[in-house]
């Protein structure tokens, strides 16, 4: 079982990875007040316009970050996994800037965003971390925007899932290559601003060309190289000195 100070590990990881952390912050930040909860797939931690005093982190699973045109038509913007603050831009602004719902069954750290500020304040280097965390959100962003504003339909679908690579080897999730992958052809299309047959369309020739397998909601890169010179990938907006995208491995 768990101690309480174990339940911050998952998102203390993340954020050591690219500052280094005293035993005195690892300390103060395992000390911080959280209360734990577990969603359904689909539920929602917060809608968009909420007041927020709270944010939530992953600690298991699966989450997105979507917006709800006056269509009814949705746009997934973000993609979360284990470590990943789900809206914590949100609770600094005291208002939900997105939806946030579950793609599969989560457990969650939920806390205060008051006590995050107030131990931001006291400590530079969990500022840092917490200022990077939010840039490389950014960085992310960036890309989907580029992705749907600039990408062809195979490129898109090649690029996501390059990137789910790598985000995943960061995080002990993707072995070999082969990797969980829960969204839906319809979530896919959500995401990259494409139908969901055309979605099938684009999966279906990347299986074809030998660039991936896929079997009971998973993805396995059969060809690193081709798939990333289809996506023209770059892994470098990860900043994930631990990960190489090469051939054959990653």
């Not at 839906?184 to 279906?204: C, F, I, K, P, W």
Request: with cysteine.
């Amino acid at each position: 079982m768990a101690t309480r100070a174990d339940i911050l590990l998952p998102i203390l990881a993340k954020l050591e990875q690219h500052v280094d952390w005293s035993d005195e912050d690892r300390h103060a930040f395992n000390a911080l007040p959280v209360r734990c909860i577990d969603l359904k797939a689909g539920a929602h931690l917060a809608r968009e316009g909420d007041a927020l005093g709270t944010c939530g982190a992953l600690l298991s699973g699966f989450a997105f970050l979507h917006r709800i045109l006056s269509d009814g038509s949705r746009q997934i913007v973000s993609v979360r996994i284990p470590g990943d603050f789900l809206n914590l831009q949100g609770g600094l602004l005291q208002t939900a800037s997105h939806n946030v719902q579950m793609l599969t069954p989560a457990r969650l750290a939920v806390l205060q965003v008051s006590d995050i500020s107030a131990l931001a304040t006291e400590r530079p280097t969990i500022h840092r971390a917490l200022w990077l965390s939010t840039l490389l959100d950014s960085a992310i962003y960036s890309q989907w925007i580029t992705s749907v504003g600039r990408r062809d339909a195979r490129s898109r679908i090649a690029h996501l899932l390059c990137e789910f690579a790598i985000r995943l080897r960061g995080i002990g999730l993707c072995d070999a290559l082969t990797y969980a992958f829960p969204m839906t052809q319809e979530q896919l299309g959500d995401a990259t601003g494409l139908t969901s047959v055309h979605v099938n369309r684009m999966l279906q020739q990347l299986r074809k060309e030998g660039l991936i397998r896929l079997q009971d909601r998973s993805v396995t890169i059969e060809d690193w190289q081709g798939l990333s010179r289809a996506a023209s990938f770059d892994a470098a907006y990860l900043y994930q000195n631990t990960v190489e995208a090469a051939p054959a491995s990653l």
